[in-house]
């Protein structure tokens, strides 16, 4: 798909933080992905899931030539308890967090809507609507 199409329609900045890996792609309305990259969790320090985080979003501007502020959004699944309305991390054993102002911190560097929220919680909306459980009025994800 040419960039000048994927402008045309509506996108947005995904990432998926875990113990391990932050990985992040661009996907369209329609859940496919069309950009992705990835980086080394590496706890330490106050604010290393933020920086981490913008660090990778930029390698994906650069890679695919689209911008966090002309995209529709980003949106973040991570491990742990996760107050989505205010936008804080409140405690997650594998990224040495808690209480942790997340969606604060990354406004400081990106003027796009930001939602957060438990990894497990997204994946099953993700399965809703573009996966296994689409179609169907009840399922559950295990």
């Not at 792609?25 to 496919?32: A, F, Q, R, S």
């Not at 706890?43 to 890679?63: C, D, F, R, V």
């Not at 529709?72 to 967090?97: C, H, M, T, Y």
């Amino acid at each position: 798909m040419l960039i000048e199409e994927i402008t045309m329609k509506k996108y947005y900045f995904a990432v998926d933080v875990g113990g391990t890996f932050i990985k992040a792609g661009i996907v369209d309305k329609e859940g496919n992905v069309l950009f992705s990259e990835s980086l080394k969790t590496v706890p330490g320090g106050t604010n290393y899931l933020a920086e981490s985080i913008i660090i990778l979003l930029e390698k994906l501007e650069k890679a695919s030539n689209l911008k966090i502020s002309k995209s529709a959004g980003v949106g973040i699944g991570l491990p742990g308890l996760i107050d989505s309305k205010q936008g804080i991390l409140n405690f997650s054993g594998n990224l040495e967090l808690r209480n942790y102002p997340l969606k604060a911190e990354l406004e400081k560097k990106i003027n796009v809507p930001i939602k957060i929220a438990n990894d497990a919680d997204v994946s099953t909306l993700a399965e809703q609507f573009y996966g296994a459980g689409k179609g169907y009025d009840n399922f559950i994800m295990v």
